[in-house]
């Protein structure tokens, strides 16, 4: 069958680039993926596929879409997300916007994370013949991956998409994917009273108690590490990481306010918001032992770690056709979210996650025709006759 009216790979990528779409915690860097998500959509419809656009319940610039080819819910989902972090122009010598080649590179924010696999994903499609479908196959491209994996929550609440099988194209140089750790961003903020520092009885010391509670996060933290152990990952236990201490004023005042904030990563499973319960209740018992008002304003809401089985047909078949064995990653995906869902998932795309996140971001262009050959072979596998 005739390939049908795409454009060329590397203008599909060129033109997702081209549209900022940098999601953020905060506010001042944050923007909507709409564009994005409408030239998705542009293509998917040429290809001929329904194309759903479910915008979030909270702001209209915000848009997951779902576009399929078929019926059922046995099928393929390729996935992505369609935002990006937000760039520091400072540290560009390319522009982050106009897709540039350069030694065999495509420059440009979100290259490698991971616009790109939506221009890989869909030449793969188009080289289909989806009238011969036996099991339906999904394009998704989600918001906020980058900041609160709003868009993917939003998903498991709408209960779609429906699959049995999942690729997430994010940056793993095509190596597939079966593990990574989940994250929890926490800020305790401890409230005591100030005073003269020459009368210590006249205060209660949020510094202090913040001090008796890194003590305990710290037990905590060996008490995790020595009852949980994955020999996947390069860090085979769960870390803390105290990342950022406000506190006090002065030498002479007591201190009167006191904030920390830290990473917990969690093994896959490990319960997330249990634990985030156990660790909130831990530093409530300290604080109300000093008389110290205790809060956990929350940065973000965590993300739950992820594992799909080796024994997984959809990891055994990307194993098989790229030739490498199912690894584990440091960084978060949607991927618990699509499992979630029911799909069993695997994470494996193009680009590299060391050059995502950062000025000059990359994608190899040949790192792109093998992706298409993956996501084809992928497709013909899982849904359509043998
Ligand atoms: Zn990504």
Redesign the pocket.
């Known amino acids: 069958m005739a390939a049908r009216a795409l454009p060329p790979l590397r203008e599909m990528i060129a033109t997702l680039v081209a549209e900022p779409s940098p999601s953020s915690a905060d506010p001042r860097f944050d923007q909507g993926n709409r564009r994005v998500i409408e030239h998705l959509a542009g293509y998917c419809d040429a290809l001929g596929m329904r194309v759903e656009l479910l915008p979030s319940a909270h702001r209209d610039d915000k848009v997951n879409l779902l576009a399929t080819f078929g019926e059922g819910d046995d099928g393929l989902v390729l996935a992505g ?1 369609s935002d990006t972090v937000p760039w520091d122009a400072s540290g560009w010598r390319h522009d982050p916007f106009r897709v540039s080649e350069d030694d065999g590179k495509l420059y440009g924010l979100g290259t490698s ?2 616009k790109s696999f939506f221009a890989v994903a869909l030449t793969a499609l188009a080289r289909l013949d989806v009238t011969r479908l036996r099991a339906p196959l999904v394009l998704l491209a989600t918001y906020d ?2 900041s609160t994996m709003g868009g993917a929550r939003a998903l498991v609440a709408a209960g779609r998409p429906k699959a049995r099988h999942a690729v997430i194209g ?2 793993t140089n095509l190596v597939p994917i079966r593990l990574h750790k989940g994250a929890i961003m926490e800020t305790v903020a401890l409230v005591g009273q100030t005073g003269h520092s020459s009368d210590p009885s006249r205060g209660r010391s949020a510094l202090e108690g913040m001090h008796a509670v890194m003590s305990d996060l710290m037990l905590f933290r060996e008490a995790l590490a020595s009852a949980h152990r994955n020999d996947a990952f390069a860090v085979p236990v769960p870390t803390m990481s105290f990342g950022a201490l406000h506190g006090g004023d002065s030498p002479n005042r007591i201190c009167g306010e006191c904030e920390l904030r830290f990473d917990l990563r969690a093994l896959p499973g490990m319960d997330v918001p249990a634990l985030r319960a156990e660790l909130r209740a831990r530093v409530t018992r300290i604080a109300e032992a000093r008389g110290l008002e205790v809060r956990f304003p929350a940065l973000h809401p965590g993300t739950p770690p992820f594992e799909t089985a080796a024994s997984a047909e959809i990891v055994r078949a990307a194993c098989e056709l790229t030739g490498h064995e199912a690894g584990a990653v440091a960084f978060g ?1 949607e991927g618990p979210y699509l499992t979630e869902l029911g799909a069993e998932t695997v994470i494996c795309g193009p680009g590299d996650i060391a050059r ?1 996140h950062q000025p000059d971001e990359s994608i190899d262009l040949a790192s792109l025709p093998p992706a298409v050959e993956l996501i084809e072979r992928l497709a013909r596998r899982f849904c359509l006759p043998a």
Request: aromatic share 0%.
């Open positions: 997300h994370d991971m991956e980058e994010e940056p995906t995502a």
